[in-house]
DNA sequence: CTTAAAAAGCGTGTTTTTTCCCTGTGGAAA
DNA sequence: TTTCCACAGGGAAAAAACACGCTTTTTAAG
């Protein structure tokens, strides 16, 4: 069991205020657990840590501005990848997810989840160092899940900058001639990443794609 | 100023546990607010009132199953109207703004807000009977806030059932034709309503729409 | 009630965009 | 070498977007 004289030691890192102070006061209410920091942004956060007092956890944002929850991640897994991250997101981190995985973060949670899932995700990062929730969908966490090959389909499963890029840039109204102009690549290139799309993400159509990249916080406002 | 011997009563509506009972405690750690009564939706809201101990302000989420912020306050509106209204959505709610406000919803809040505009909401509401939160944007807030024309424009910015139906049926990847199917419609007809959409949300592709569509929680999940 | 105006619905047709074939090259990796 | 893949091309069918006009229904005004 956890030590009750030294709680565990959070950190938040979102710039919805609303959602932060409140998540705050509910971690607070969590027994053996403290929220030592609270941040606007990824930026904010980084300048903020005191070496002596640093989190046990940090629960991470993904849309923030200055320095949002990748960079964030990216820059917690090269100074201090003794602290574990949470990513609490609004959206799905499907498309982005081995991503993340891969800038170590530990865990992933959906902000509409119930305060018991928070609470289990936190032990679970502590106890077994990781933690998925099951409330994910789509072929890549499928690939991913069941573990179909190792590395290789990992790959496959992943969205290339390029992909991302191409995604991005889908979600306006701009015709594809336009996004092949944006991306310096031809119109047939184009055609070859949007099929590509299609079946990595299960879509059939421009909306489709759209609509997944929306669920994800894709899009650029 | 507010009786410090009497707070305010607040209700939340909202089915995402984790940021309500999030806010839930920020409310409480104001100045005479109290929360009391906090339900997952609307009809468990409405199943739970009591005579007597009625709350002066409910604070509800649009989305929800089984009972939705709509519904709910509709039935406030019909069964409860000294009841003050509260929206407290994900999405951007311009779409159906008007028919919110037909339903006597007196403010606007979005999940992104700080929490000081909370707080100021539920004072503005108590004090000046209503709260409009200026971070929103598009054609028919903006025809609204500059009052041109009294009722005439507001039909014609308020959307139709039909429009927000075709809207819906929009965001997936069925063809023009397939929607007009499902609505009973010549494809001609889904041509005009689509024209019609595209002037009134500002869009010029179906993609537009159905972003604009997504950013207002419109599409079906 | 009557009439004018507005709107909703539908038709024909055209242009542009999207989607889907199948093919081929050049470079990197196995 | 052979295999893979990003990139590119031609061609064509489907869908989306746009134009113009013609009814019927609704609404508003006299």
Redesign the interface.
Known sequence: MTNEVTPIKVALVD?????R??????IN?FESFKVTYEANNGREFVESLTVGQLPDIVILDLNMPEMNGHQTASWLNDNYSEISVLILS?YDSELTLIRLLQKGVKGFLK?????S??KFALQAILQTGYFYSNHTNGKIVNLFRTGQGGSVNLQKAMLSDQELQFLQL????RTYKEIALLMNLNVRTIDTIRDQLFFKLD??????L??IA??NGI?TY
């Open positions: 710039d919805h205020v609303l959602v102070s409140a998540i705050a006061s509910l209410s609004e902000k509409d989840a119930q305060a899932e928070l889908s979600c306006s109204d879509a059939k159509s421009r909306v489709g759209v609509m929306m669920k899009h």
